[in-house]
């Protein structure tokens, strides 16, 4: 006898919920019920649900599933951030981030397994991209995250941005899924200003965010403000260019008005020189933004180098003599592979 195919009980809204129960002749509103312990109490096993009889507890787990995400292992970076892998419910892993600091805990969750893109300085850019991520396998990240903060420092999760492994606009419809239930006063309600979704560029896509009318901030990877160098390190160029981006961008910020960060890595003979910072201030004047100038991390694919600090220093001057909202930002991380750039399945990565 086949075994019976269950149901991801977290891919039904509440409506749906409410007609499989209808179907299954129970009242609706044990179905608010299950959606409660689902999203609020992100509960894991339909045993847990107490306010529910043991007849419907084994009634939901021999036709539903709920594919959580548990932490494989995790690792302490000498500065106090955490980097775990997650393993997915069909023995995927993805990778994710505790970034604590004084003023603020912040998770890194990932959207892909892989990435769709093939970044040259990003380790991810190396995995073939194997799947999307469902929403709830982004919102378990952000969940099991906020735990680890709890229970390491002391503190909940104040930030979440989307900079982990994959291009998250290539996995839309989940990502704003997980943003919806992440800021739902039904999930965990968490304001959608705290949340960063990082795009390396998919102008089409910013223009549908613009479009949805989002609440939450983002941020663009830029790291060369002109297309031939652009298109070295990050073969996405040809179809987002940069003035397709810079039309998104206006786009994007008419329809929500909410300012823009750039992010631009500083590679030493790259990208560091007072020309390339003319063009990145040049390219700034579109939409309202700030940029975030960040240190290199090496990986172990390629051969960038990180600039020199005096370079860093001059480029960040040159940005804000221009009135630039500009700041330097420091890798946490770094010594468990876990700084921006870093995350790869090491097991899975190609060379």
Known sequence: MQPIKKTDIRSLDL??????????????????QVYQWLWQKSARTFEEMSNLSKELRAKLDLNYAINAVEVNNSQFSNDH????????????????????????????VSSQVGCSLTCKFCATGYMDRKRNLNADEIYDQVVLIDEQAKKNYNAPLSNIVYMGMGEPLLNYANVLKSIEMITSPEGLNMASR??????????????????????????????????????????????????????????????????????????????DEIEDAIELAKFCKHVPCKVNLIEYNPIQFADFLNAEGDKIDAFANYLKSQGVNTNIRRSRGKDIDAACGQLAVKDTATA
């Open 15 to 32: 409506a749906q919920l409410q007609l499989h129960f209808t179907e299954m002749k129970e009242p609706a509103y044990r179905a608010k």
């Open 81 to 108: 951030t955490i980097k775990n892998t997650f393993r997915l419910y069909d023995g995927n892993i993805v990778e994710g981030v505790l970034i604590p600091m004084e003023e603020r805990m912040t998770a890194c």
């Open 194 to 271: 705290r949340i960063t979704v990082s795009t390396a560029g998919i102008a089409k896509m910013i223009k549908k965010l613009g479009d949805d009318g989002v609440k939450f901030n983002l941020a663009l990877s830029l790291h060369a403000a002109n297309d031939k160098k652009r298109n070295e390190i990050m073969p996405i160029t040809e179809h987002n260019t940069l003035k397709a981006l810079a039309e998104a961008l206006r786009y994007y910020f008419s329809k929500t008005k909410n300012p823009v960060t750039y992010e631009y890595i500083v590679f030493n003979q790259f990208n």
